[in-house]
């Protein structure tokens, strides 16, 4: 399965993304917007300190697509928040390689991640 991670501040992968999802692609929220959004795979969204669920919700339409929030801060409130906006999970943007890989196998077998 394909990932994709949207990020306008990062220029490569963060260690822990790269040893977790290796054939992760990086992208700014502008090339997101140009993906299909109908390809298989998972979309992770970085939410940056501070920035509201909205930020990133744009991005992803509102048909059956396998998004996970990483936040730099997570809290129940932007959980909750990112999961009624169609997020299939959250995790924490600095997860623990092994994590993101749970992570990724719950999500692709139709499960949630909180």
């Known amino acids: 399965m394909q990932h994709w991670i949207i990020d306008d501040q990062a220029r490569e992968l963060i260690d822990n993304w790269r040893l977790g ?51 730099d801060e997570p809290s129940d409130a932007m959980t909750i928040e990112a999961m009624t906006a169609g997020a299939s ?11 993101l890989q749970h992570v990724a196998a719950v999500v692709e077998n139709g499960g949630l991640w909180v």
């Open 21 to 71: 999802l290796p054939d992760a692609k990086l992208l700014s929220r502008t090339e997101a917007r140009k993906l299909p959004f109908d390809q298989s795979g998972i979309y992770w969204c970085r939410l940056r300190s501070g920035e509201p669920v909205r930020a990133v919700s744009a991005l992803w339409p509102d048909t059956a697509v396998h998004v996970v929030i990483l936040a």
């Open 89 to 99: 999970g959250c995790c924490n943007a600095h997860a623990a390689p092994e994590v």
